[in-house]
């Protein structure tokens, strides 16, 4: 009879906690979705891709429901806190991953773009959180977790719109934790280095050198690597489970040590 591990007995971190995660038909948020039913979960996968939202919540099975929503609409985030509330009868977690990066210094980018980038990454931050603040107030507080980034803390040439993005999302969650910490209510971020993501694909195809790009962006790593989602996704976790019940207000770098210094 093979004997359990002490981790084997340990309860799952997550158990009876309904969570809503955006942007969870790839990348981050797949990870993330799927890491999250793992630990005792029910999520409502959220994507603007429909099919993948399927994808993921059939891979993860009868703990999961699939939304299509845009998160820089108001109506389609209330829409779907309140699909969420309705599939599982409450809402104890939100992870605010949905994101687009859009390569271009301040002074090339166009106006649409930079409104895009802003909205996508930031303002849905906004949304999505107002439209789940009277929910998690009505379970007692609950946790948000944000994906920011490690360009929210250290500038990148050529990617103007996506680092000051990802710095109001850093700020955005410190604020948040303060006005949410009487109420119970939680609120952190996790600023990845560079991960293996379509997102992170598509940056690179758009470098003059993509392959270039990528061996540059793995030498910035001291751990010699690019992340992988499960890197994250096993912060966001942490972060969402009781585990971290007095941790609010953060930014939990995880970067391979890529902001510790220069790699030796």
Known sequence: MKSSSASDLRPARLTGKSCLVTGAGSGIG????RRFAAQGARIAVADIRTEAAEET????????VALTVDVTSAESAAAAVEATWSAFGGLDVLVNNAGVTIVGAAHDLSEE???RELATNLKSVYLLSKAAWPRLLERGG????????????WAIPADAAYCAS???????TKCMAL????AGIRVNCVCPGYTQTPMIDGYFDDQPDPAEARRLAEGLHPLGRLGRPDDIADAMVYLAS????????????????LTAGVRP
């Open 113 to 115: 773009d930079w409104d």
């Open 179 to 182: 006005d949410g910490a009487r």
């Open 142 to 153: 609950g946790a948000i977790v944000n994906t920011a980034s490690i360009a929210g803390l």
């Open 166 to 172: 990802k710095a109001g999302v850093i700020m955005l």
């Open 57 to 64: 919540a059939q891979e993860i099975g009868d703990a999961a």
């Open 30 to 33: 797949r990870a993330t979705a």
């Open 242 to 257: 009781d585990e971290a019940a007095w941790v609010t207000g953060t930014a939990l770098v995880v970067d391979g040590g």
